[in-house]
């Protein structure tokens, strides 16, 4: 076999219903790069339409990119892509996980694992290098994940990674993760392993990925990486005043100052001013506990922690001891909604008991919630879950759909009062499947159906879904108005993509953005100052484009889109500006594929259309514009000012959205992708334009390509 | 070029030197260099290096070195130097409602460089609301009762409530 660079060159293929286990060429996908693209190929040609997520007949792709194991910085991403249990129609969807699995596969000498079939009893996957086999798995079916996890490493000793499902992957609920390490979750997909009786993939590699150029152009890329990278959001100004800042941003991740510490770590660590020239101190930046947590959970961070290649250390690993009275161990690491997701279902919020420090309550139950949803793989819909109960609770809901016996079993006074002690009874419920309250975990979707919910559900903007299709916003209207909303009503689930965030939120006064926006997407029109929106630009389609792209490159690459693409830097002397060719240099120097940004973002742009075809042919319908991209009510209604008044849309103070204007959006986002302007709907010529000739064939057989 | 030495030598290596240790050089400190702090500041006027910068308070003037702090954080220094922290808080809410534009949390006056006391803002934001230099500062809250100025000159109420709310609530519910 010819050597091949960045990639290993190989996907190992494993058939649960007959015990095959084969290997695949990797380059034969190379036009859709890696990862989350690659894996939308094999979707396409190997997963009929109409297939359900549980069926044998459904595969479950586990993807790195070519950037896993090279060093690339925040390179540790793995990407997961199937049918989504969630999606009204089953959707193709990605969900991820960073931590060091994707890197271990790598050395093992796999670029992706693509499972298929069912097995006919629990099973876990073990992979040593070359050598692979299906271990009877009648010891660890039923475990939480953490049990999971350490008797695998029993076995296969502490340098392996093991990716897992918990208790709700097994009961198959559409609300539940694959997870990997002490904190790195991929929502949405853990019930496809259950239902494949597949409990866990354990990787222990001991080789290497081979790099193309001389390891000193790779080193001084890296270097000029570094150089531009920022905090956690790629965040380039500190929250707080620095000598060396000109700029602040009380949103910043780039929480590290003088006088704060890790306080648990022994001795404490100061986080310190860590200018942006001291490269040994990037990993001290993103404080990310006293955020998650609150100021009161300094003394209780051990230390941040993170994935594999990644400077940015965005995983709070905090030690509190008052986990113990709920029968946990004290160690809890997560981030983001790995902490708000779980607690966000004490509705009433956790008020601190007499003799607790400010916040302290709250930092115990997100830390419990944390550890709940972590170790029974709970998924939360980002952040859905708790809206859920809380809607269900305020509407009367589960004292009508409850059986009687099951409502009066449920502790709601701890609910009521904020006692903590309410998620582990919650959680037990809900990932053991008991009941009926164990629907919670069906998905917006579903459980509106089942619980009929009323229309106040969707058009309600406390409940903020953002689709009838069952997913929440992220990062959508909110984030420069009609860009965020837009690439919102491009996906199947929450939107995942911060190519647009990382932006907008990196912390530098509006009149720069705009500058840098004009450099990239052609005009300052491609962003609005945050609350303050115009109407539609072709820039912000542009800007869209861009973004849905660039995602998707990333999760193919895979690189973190929490961090990239760098479109931003902390560096005055460049004038904030950071370098998004970086991913191509990257590429040519790590595959010796030589492709420029241009051509990089057409591969990227190849796979999204691929994934749009696939939507087309879940729905069965061309008609994205009416069927798949439409939001729900409350975003496109005006809000109301603290004086009760509306807030007309297009004035400031709100970032409320028109009909008009988002159908207009639309329109002219199709028409950046070259897409059927009436329908969003890929068109035959730029499906065969992109080489996907056999995608247009099959859409035209179905009747599916736009007139 | 010659290094320089001389008297002005020695100032800008004593306002370099406090820079690096962060903090501000009254004209006043340089006395021991210099015959008087007029003097200094003549002879720093006359012929200091670019990175040398000044900035003219009530009753003295302040020197700092650019290689080691920002403007910006040189003005918190000065603003605190100043000792008036009704200005401090007024001046610095101005500042960022015109330069991203944001309103200014109040917590953040808690906070370093200004490490103040919640009674003393508290004492500086009531005082403000009678002086009509100030009149330009409002205030505005989020749902979840945190306090946020800003500077109407360059801001509008409207937009100021939106960006609070957001800033404090919303984007800790989108994450």
């Known amino acids: 076999m010819s050597v091949t ?39 396409w040609d190997e997963v009929p339409a109409g297939t359900h997520p549980f069926a044998p007949e ?138 494949k009786n597949l409990k866990a993939i354990g990787v222990k590699g001991t080789g290497s990925v081979k790099i193309a150029a001389k390891p000193e152009e790779l080193m001084a890329l890296d270097k000029y990486m570094m150089s531009l990278i920022g905090a956690n959001n790629q965040h380039v100004v500190p929250k707080n005043p620095q000598p060396w800042a000109e700029y602040t941003s009380p ?28 490269m040994q101190s990037v990993g001290l930046r993103t404080y990310k506990a006293v955020v998650d947590l609150g100021p009161v959970a300094e003394k209780y961070t051990v230390r941040m922690g993170g994935c594999a290649h990644c400077p940015i250390r965005c995983h709070s690993q905090v030690k509190i001891p008052q986990l113990e009275r709920y029968g946990m161990d004290p160690y809890v690491a997560n981030t983001c909604m790995g902490f708000y997701s779980p607690f ?91 009941g009926e309250l164990w629907h919670i975990a069906d998905g917006s979707y579903y459980l509106a159906k089942r619980w009929n919910f009323g229309e106040d559900y969707w058009s309600d903007y406390k409940y903020k879904l953002w689709s009838k299709l069952g997913f929440p916003v992220h990062h959508s209207n909110e984030a420069s108005g009609q860009v965020g ?14 190519s647009h965030m990382n932006f907008i939120a990196a912390g530098l006064p509006i009149d720069m953005l705009k500058d840098i926006a004009a ?50 830097s902390p560096l005055k002397e460049r004038k904030y500006r950071g370098d998004t060719g970086l991913e191509a240099q990257f590429y040519t120097l790590v595959t010796g594929i030589p492709k420029s940004k241009e051509d990089l973002d057409l591969d990227a742009e190849r796979a999204f259309t691929l994934f ?87 859409l035209s057989s179905k009747g599916l390509l736009p007139a | 070029m010659a290094e320089e030495t001389g008297p002005l030598a020695a100032l800008m290596e004593k306002i370099r030197a406090d820079s690096a240790e962060i903090r501000l050089t009254p004209a006043s400190c340089l006395v021991p260099l210099a015959p008087d702090a007029e003097s200094a500041a003549a002879a720093i006027e006359a012929g200091a290096d670019a990175d040398i910068k000044m900035m003219r308070g009530s009753a003295e003037r302040y020197y700092f070195s650019d290689r080691s702090m920002t403007e910006a954080y040189a003005k918190h220094l000065y603003r605190l130097a100043e000792r008036d922290p009704v200005r401090l808080i007024a001046d610095t809410t101005r500042d960022e409602s015109k330069t991203y ?75």
């Open chain 2, 101 to 175: 534009p944001r309103p200014t949390p109040v917590a953040a006056f808690l906070e370093s460089p200004f490490s103040m006391t919640q009674p003393e803002i508290d004492a500086a934001i009531a005082a403000m609301a009678s002086i009509q230099e100030y009149a330009d500062i409002r205030t505005t809250s989020a749902s979840n009762g945190a306090l946020y100025l800003y500077s109407a000159t360059h801001l509008g109420a409207a937009h100021a409530d939106g960006l609070a709310e957001w800033i404090e609530v919303g984007q800790k519910e989108n994450p």
């Open chain 1, 58 to 195: 459904n595969k479950i792709v586990f993807g790195t990119g070519p950037f896993c194991g090279t060093g690339v910085p925040c390179s540790g991403r793995t990407n997961i892509t199937s049918l989504l249990p969630s999606n009204p129609f089953h959707a193709v969807s990605s969900s991820h996980m960073g931590g060091y699995f994707s890197v271990e596969l790598k050395y093992a000498g796999w670029d992706m694992i693509v499972v298929e079939g069912k097995s006919p009893k629990p099973v876990w996957l073990r992979i040593e290098d070359g050598k692979v086999a299906l271990e009877d798995a009648r010891w660890i079916w039923g475990k939480g994940i953490f049990d999971t996890m350490a008797m695998i490493g029993s076995q296969m000793g502490k340098e392996a990674q093991v990716a897992a499902i918990g208790q709700a992957g097994e009961n198959q609920l559409n609300l539940s993760v694959i997870r990997t390490g002490a904190s790195h979750s991929a929502g949405g997909h853990g019930g496809i392993l259950g239902a």
């Open chain 1, 485 to 498: 909303a837009l690439i919102s009503c491009f996906s199947n689930r929450d939107a995942q993509n911060h």
């Open chain 1, 251 to 278: 949103s910043s991740r780039w929480t590290a100052k003088k006088g704060l510490y890790w306080g648990a770590a022994n001795p404490p660590v100061e986080t310190g001013e860590c200018y942006p020239e001291d």
């Open chain 1, 612 to 698: 749009r075809a696939l939507t087309v042919r879940a729905m069965g319908t061309a008609d994205m514009r009416k069927n798949h991209d439409q939001t729900t009510e409350w975003v496109v209604t005006a809000e109301k000012g603290k004086d009760g008044k509306d807030i007309a849309q297009f004035t400031p103070g709100t970032d409320r959205m028109t009909q008009d204007d988002m159908e207009i959006g639309r329109t002219m986002v199709y028409k950046e992708f070259g897409w059927d302007e009436k329908t969003g709907s890929p068109t035959r010529a730029r499906l065969e334009a992109l080489g996907l000739s056999d995608v247009a064939q099959e």
């Open chain 1, 344 to 434: 966000g279902v004490m509705i009433n919020g956790t008020p601190d008991l007499p003799g607790q420090e400010p916040g302290e309550q709250s930092m115990i139950a997100k830390g419990l919630g944390a550890k709940l949803a972590d170790d029974y793989g709970m998924w939360c819909n980002y952040g859905q879950i708790g809206r859920d109960v809380l809607y269900a609770h305020k509407h009367g809901i589960f004292k009508k759909v409850l059986p009687a016996e099951e409502y009066a079993s449920i502790p709601w006074d701890m609910l009521e009062k904020g006692d903590p002690a309410f998620l582990v009874d919650f959680y037990d419920r809900v990932a053991n499947k008991k």
């Open chain 1, 5 to 43: 660079y960045g990639y290993t060159g190989k996907i190992l293929r494993v058939n649960l219903t007959t015990g095959k286990i084969s290997t695949d060429d990797t380059l034969k996908y190379k036009d859709f790069i890696g990862g989350e693209g690659m894996a939308m190929k094999i979707m």
């Open chain 1, 519 to 568: 450099e990239e997407w052609g005009s300052r029109d491609a962003i609005d100052d945050v609350k303050n929106y115009k109407p539609m630009t072709a820039a912000k389609a542009k800007f869209v484009k861009w973004s849905l792209s660039r995602s998707l490159l990333h999760n193919s690459l895979t690189l973190c889109n929490w961090m990239w693409p760098m479109t931003t």
